[in-house]
């Protein structure tokens, strides 16, 4: 199923963050969000796995406005990793992941023997199954990702709304993590800041500033050295990787392309929009 986000806006408190962004992750694909701190990128999931509502704009999920679903069959459609990493939950693994399974369950129905298999199989896809009988809060900050990444499978989702899911990973769990996504091919719509991670695991990607997309396209279309200093305010080259050939972006960290940071509210004056 393929998500199309309409000239969405979300606000808090009366703040407009996202203002205007337009963006289509299609069916099967693993499309990027990428953009500086505070530029828009989980306010804008937010709003996709229903915890912010749009003050104008819409998000389709296969052409239907998910506003117009009950929250029980937008769940069955759509699974979240969400920034907030419920750190409260006095479970063990194995029930946090069966948490998944609640979109599919009558009132009070137990687990049956195909919820246990789909619980085993993201809790082996994660690599957590060892410390399934563990009490959740008694991991570490990536083991719980891992956990609360298995509970998003869980939920068999058409599409997967992950906000940084590579925060705390090792860079083993990293490349699993991604080389999983993009194994599984479905509709995929993830906030990442390791832009080289996005260049090779994305299909396309939406770079974000101040609340609006400034650029979309292939990763190699878009990651530019110009919108690298217009957008993130740092010099880079981009060069093929010697193993993959994807792009590989060579960042200068010794000093920034301007002296100033960008200016959060501003947005870049150049930076062209490829489709
Ligand atoms: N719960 C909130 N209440 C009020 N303002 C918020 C809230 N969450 C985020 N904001 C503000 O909205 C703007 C966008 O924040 P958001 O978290 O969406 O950015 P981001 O691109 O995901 O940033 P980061 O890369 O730092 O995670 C920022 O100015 C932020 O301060």
Same mark, same amino acid.
Do not use: W
């Given at each position: 199923?393929?998500?199309?986000?309409?000239?969405?806006?979300?606000?808090?408190?009366?703040?407009?963050?996202?203002?205007?962004?337009?963006?289509?992750?299609?069916?099967?694909?693993?499309?990027?969000?990428?953009?500086?701190?505070?530029?828009?990128?989980?306010?804008?999931?937010?709003?996709?796995? *229903?915890?912010?509502?749009p003050?104008?704009?819409?998000?389709?999920?296969?052409?239907?406005?998910?506003?117009?679903? /009950?929250?029980?069959?937008?769940?069955?459609?759509?699974?979240?990793?969400?920034?907030?990493?419920?750190s409260?939950?006095?479970?063990?693994?194995r029930?946090?992941?069966?948490?998944?399974?609640?979109?599919?369950?009558?009132?009070?129905?137990?687990?049956?023997?195909?919820?246990?298999?789909?619980? /085993?199989?993201?809790?082996?896809?994660?690599?957590?199954?060892?410390?399934?009988?563990? *009490?959740?809060?008694?991991l570490?900050?990536?083991? *719980?990702?891992?956990?609360?990444?298995?509970?998003?499978?869980?939920?068999?989702?058409?599409?997967?709304?992950?906000?940084?899911?590579?925060?705390?990973?090792?860079?083993?769990?990293?490349?699993?993590?991604?080389?999983?996504?993009?194994?599984?091919?479905?509709?995929?719509?993830?906030?990442?800041?390791?832009?080289?991670a996005a260049? /090779?695991?994305?299909?396309?990607?939406?770079?974000?500033h101040?609340?609006?997309?400034?650029? /979309?396209?292939?990763?190699?279309?878009?990651?530019?050295?110009?919108?690298?200093a217009?957008?993130?305010?740092?010099?880079?080259?981009?060069?093929?990787?010697?193993?993959?050939?994807?792009?590989?972006?060579?960042?200068?960290?010794?000093?920034?392309?301007?002296?100033?940071?960008?200016?959060?509210?501003s947005?870049?004056?150049?930076v062209?929009?490829?489709?």
């Amino acid at each position: 199923m393929r998500i199309d986000i309409e000239d969405l806006h979300v606000a808090y408190a009366g703040r407009t963050v996202v203002a205007g962004a337009h963006l289509v992750a299609a069916e099967g694909e693993i499309t990027g969000l990428v953009g500086p701190n505070g530029s828009g990128k989980s306010t804008l999931l937010r709003a996709v796995y *229903r915890h912010l509502r749009p003050t104008a704009g819409r998000v389709l999920l296969a052409g239907t406005d998910l506003r117009e679903l /009950s929250p029980v069959r937008s769940a069955r459609h759509v699974a979240a990793l969400p920034q907030e990493r419920g750190s409260d939950f006095e479970l063990s693994v194995r029930e946090v992941v069966a948490m998944g399974r609640t979109p599919y369950k009558r009132a009070f129905a137990g687990e049956d023997a195909a919820d246990r298999d789909i619980v /085993s199989r993201a809790l082996a896809d994660v690599g957590m199954d060892a410390h399934a009988g563990r *009490r959740f809060t008694a991991l570490s900050g990536g083991e *719980r990702q891992r956990v609360l990444l298995a509970r998003a499978f869980a939920q068999d989702p058409d599409v997967l709304v992950l906000d940084e899911p590579t925060n705390h990973l090792d860079i083993r769990h990293q490349v699993d993590l991604l080389a999983l996504l993009r194994s599984q091919r479905r509709t995929t719509l993830v906030s990442l800041h390791d832009l080289n991670a996005a260049a /090779s695991v994305c299909d396309r990607l939406h770079v974000l500033h101040a609340g609006a997309v400034v650029a /979309s396209g292939p990763p190699r279309d878009v990651l530019t050295p110009e919108l690298m200093a217009e957008v993130f305010g740092v010099r880079a080259v981009v060069v093929d990787h010697p193993l993959t050939g994807d792009a590989l972006i060579a960042f200068d960290h010794r000093a920034p392309a301007s002296p100033q940071a960008p200016v959060s509210g501003s947005r870049p004056a150049t930076v062209r929009c490829v489709r």
